[in-house]
């Protein structure tokens, strides 16, 4: 029986639920970087970042070349960089209608005083 489509989006959000991996989907944004640059933009052991690349590269988020010793990831497609615009997009409309909230309670406790 092949699995849902809402279930396989919830799989696919969880697989990005990890602040590395969005990092790293971000960093890949500007196209693609060896592992040693993105170990030097996360700040983080190899071990980590290697585990996370995999889940990334296991999902077909990612894509990694060999050029030599070096390893290069990459954004498998350009969808994953709209998401994550778009997803930029959704937070600051999000966090702007929280100011916006906290400016009028701001402004309602001032009123009671």
Do not use: W
């Not at 640059?37 to 988020?61: F, M, N, Y």
């Not at 070349?65 to 994953?80: K, M, P």
């Amino acid at each position: 029986m092949p699995v849902p489509l809402y279930q396989a989006k919830a799989e696919f959000f969880r697989m990005l639920g990890h602040p590395v991996r969005i990092r790293v989907l971000e960093l890949l944004q500007d196209g693609p970087k060896p592992v040693r640059d993105l170990l030097a933009e996360l700040e983080i052991e190899p071990s980590s970042l290697s585990q996370q690349l995999a889940v990334l590269r296991r999902s077909g988020i990612v894509t990694a070349t060999r050029d030599g010793s070096t390893v290069v990831y990459a954004l498998a497609g350009g969808d994953v960089a709209d998401l994550m615009r778009a997803a930029r997009r959704i937070l600051t409309e999000l966090l702007a209608g929280q100011n916006e909230l906290l400016a009028e309670l701001r402004q309602a406790e001032q009123s009671s005083r």
